[in-house]
């Protein structure tokens, strides 16, 4: 079962000439109506070249192997800032935010060996406790009999709580945290964007990072500790940044630990109300709960896509790629791949091979948080089926105006007492 879609965005994918058809358009995320743009790609034209879009021409790489063959070829496929970086837009001139994903070896392998220590498994598992005493109290407070959101209560509350954790960041001010990150990766263009152009973005980007940096000049001074910014003010390959190059690898681990987790958060429980009857064997069999995470994670997708540039001149399925030509890699086409996820638009919590998805990535810049990212949301489905809390969706949800996060901004949901 899928949510209804836009007639005249969906009809637009059937019978536009393909030389025409550009997938980039935020509308279709943000009206649910991507599936038919894709699903013609992966038959059509798998490597495709759109010759015009508001980006400027770009290759469109839709499925599951060639994406990967992309992602782990980072010899011909830059993700480096200098080259336009990881976005379908390109960096703005001057106000770069760089850091380790965007970066190519031995800058990126240098930078993120020195934050890996942040989620390794000895940190996680220091966590783990923090992180369920957490989840039960949002739970708690959850209203009972009466219609709320979702991604306000639970999703964003969950993620803030987890930010100020990583950062230890003062908790009273979590939701600082969520404004910044919703500002650092909103659509500029989008109806409710929280600024209107890259030079304002890149204002609030540096009045973040001279506020942390208060942090890190103080952290520095101190022992080391488990936070990211006592890891970064004391790392070999870190400790003597920039500000500008702060503000990059902060940014990175504030948006990483917020907008990708939250959105999993919240589309798991729409996949699930959309397939009751896998809530149902879910909620018969609770240890379904380890294959349930990575099918919320591949379903929901939310990274829709990463750009790279190509250094040479390279052929894909044919077709010949320029050295300079920008190359889209669709996770979310690439998880809907017919050829290699059986019945993929279904929401199957007990797949034989879960973590065959690609919303983490793949080679040198596999997500660093895939992780915990995986751990919060495994706590909060253990513990919403622990405790037998009846969950109703009450509509579809309301995604955002993006072509980069696939984001839910509200899910209207009702508990019963």
Sequence with gaps: MNAPIDVDLKTR???TPLEDLDPSDPRIFYEDAWQPYFERFRREAPVHRVKDSPYGPYWSVSKYKDIIQVEVNHKVFSSSDEVGGIMINDAPKGMERTSFIRMDPPDHDDQRRGVSSTVNPVTLAKMEDLIRARTNMVLDRLPR???FNWVEHVSIELTSMMLATLFDYPIEDKQRLIRWSDTFICDINAPDAPVKSEEERFAKQMEFAEHMNEYWEDRAKKPKSFDVISILAHGDATKDMTLRE?????????VGGNDTTRNSMTG???GLSQFPDQFQKLRDNPELTTSLIPEIVRWQTPVIHMRRTASEDFELRGQQIKAGDKVVIW???????????????????????PREHMSFGFGIHRCLGNRLAEMQLKILWDEVLRRDIKIEVLD??????????????????????
């Design 396 to 417: 579809k949800p309301v995604y955002a105006y993006s072509n980069f996060l696939h984001a839910i901004r509200n899910l209207p949901v009702r508990i019963a007492a």
């Design 331 to 353: 996770y979310i086409s690439g998880n809907r791949d017919e050829d290699h996820i059986d019945q993929p638009n279904k929401f199957i919590i007990d797949r034989a091979r």
């Design 246 to 254: 702060k503000m990059g690898v902060l940014i990175l681990f504030l």
């Design 13 to 15: 994918a059937y019978s």
């Design 145 to 147: 009999n009466e219609p």
């Design 268 to 270: 798991g429980l729409w």
